[in-house]
């Protein structure tokens, strides 16, 4: 705040200063909200291209479930371990290599023959595993960056990882069903994706202060100003301290522990950090276990005759089915700056209820039609974004500063927790539904 004017402290170069202080962090904190969104889309896009090829690259005999876990285990893995040692590792250097994983196990995807025999799933898997870490350890790092610029950032990263499954469902369903490209050449296209993570990091963020640089300069100050500023610089250098640290990851409690106590305890103090994140991560976790299952166990046998339905092949459900869950995913991701919820339980067991009424359908077919799955998959998109933006949003709202960053990046485990609990459910579920309606005369789901 400037002095008032005729105050001791009310001088031209303190004026000065001071307004070109706060221009700089503004001009800081608006390009690195700028950045969130596409680093959200462009992390999470390859997981969502991958889940929507699930049906392309295994084939109707082996559930999908197998893809969901080979797109979500590693991934889960990392996040589960990486929390603990990754602000080691400067950001620049977990980019590049997140980029080269995921654009090489891409590769490997689309390259690997399309033979459905067991060696050439086997490849695909490797390559699913891949970008799986690389999406891991991405979500988890640039989560922890939201921290130091707030709602407005996390909002942006979270609209952009609901951008991601709405870009890549749109385009995987564009591509192979309404341009007619083969599934390698969009596969292959899809590869160069990660290249504009490298763009967005590099040339969209502010990297000095990511890199620990120069400091803003002031210019000086009388004695008799510099007495009356005491407060105010106090003000001004902690933004500058937070803006330090992005890179080092670490002006927190962690760095400290393990310079001044070790590695064991600065693990041991995180290992006490997540003790307090179990009520926070139920939500979270239970919302996406339904989901998932609803996803790759569920839809594969949400079936309807192609008289009935705007489709000339049944292959075509579900990318369609994943393409409207993503829309649901991107608007509800995207809510935050408008409105907030505070009891996540609330949403979380209404997918519950989502799970079970699609589970029934595909047991006795009593829905008239697949306009009104339709219309289920999408509030089932907006009931998962919901709960993922307001877990994060309330996390930074609750969470002490100093634990701020080390609890966003390890309640993202989480939900990639419940996705891996409802790829083993669901592998088991589609082929016993599928069983179920082809002993009753529906074998529309042997028709994929």
């Not at 009310?10 to 962090?25: D, G, I, M, N, V």
């Not at 763009?199 to 969209?204: E, K, L, S, Y």
């Not at 029934?360 to 709960?387: C, M, Q, R, S």
């Amino acid at each position: 705040m400037l002095p008032l004017p005729g105050s001791p402290a009310a001088t031209w170069s303190l004026y000065r200063a001071r307004l070109r202080a706060s221009l700089e962090r503004i001009d800081l904190r608006s390009a690195k909200i700028s950045a969130d969104a596409p680093l959200g889309l462009i992390n999470n896009v390859l997981y969502v291209v991958i889940l929507s090829a699930a049906l392309d690259l295994v084939g109707p005999a082996i559930p999908k479930g197998v893809v969901l876990l080979a797109d979500v285990v590693p991934g889960a893995c990392v996040k589960l371990v990486a929390p603990y040692f990754i602000h080691h590792v400067p950001y620049s250097a977990r980019v590049l290599a997140f980029v080269a994983l995921s654009a090489s196990g891409m590769l490997l995807v689309a390259l690997t023959p399309e033979s459905k025999d067991g060696g050439t799933v086997a490849a695909k898997m490797v390559g699913v595993v891949l970008a799986s870490l690389s999406s891991g350890g991405g979500e988890l790092s640039f989560l922890g960056l939201t921290h130091y610029y707030g709602h407005s950032s996390l909002a942006s990263w979270s609209s952009g990882t609901g951008g991601a499954g709405l870009v890549g469902a749109a385009a995987y369903v564009a591509s192979t069903t309404w341009l007619g490209w083969s599934i390698r050449s969009t596969l292959v296209a899809s590869a160069f994706l990660p290249v504009f993570m490298l763009v967005t990091f590099f040339f969209m963020l502010p990297l000095a202060p990511l890199w620990g640089g120069t400091p803003v300069k002031y210019e000086g100050v009388s004695s008799e100003d510099s007495t009356d500023a005491v407060e105010e610089d106090d003000t001004r250098e902690r933004p500058r301290e937070d803006e330090e640290g992005l890179l080092r990851a670490s002006g927190t409690e962690v760095v400290l522990a393990s310079r001044s106590h070790g590695v064991w305890a600065g693990l041991k103090s995180n290992l006490l950090r997540t003790r307090h994140l179990i009520l926070p991560m139920l939500p979270l976790f239970l919302v996406y276990t339904s989901e998932y299952i609803i996803n790759q166990g569920v839809a594969p046998t949400l079936l309807f005759p192609l008289s009935s339905a705007p489709f000339k092949h049944y292959r075509d459900f579900y990318p369609t089915y994943n393409s409207i869950y993503q829309t649901g995913v991107f608007i509800s991701r995207s809510s935050t700056p408008f409105f907030r919820v505070h009891n996540l339980y609330l949403p979380s067991f209404l997918q519950c209820l989502n799970l079970l009424l699609l589970t029934l359908h595909a047991l006795f077919d009593f829905l008239p039609n697949v306009y009104v799955v339709f219309l289920i998959v999408f509030w089932e998109g907006l009931l998962g974004g919901l709960v993922y933006v307001n877990t994060f949003a309330e996390i930074t709202d609750n969470v002490p500063r100093e634990d701020r960053e080390f609890s966003l990046g390890a309640t993202s485990v989480s939900d990639s927790v419940g996705i891996c609990v409802a790829g083993f459910v669901g592998m088991a579920l589609e082929v016993w539904l599928c069983g179920w309606q082809v002993a009753r005369g529906r074998d529309y789901c042997r028709k994929l």
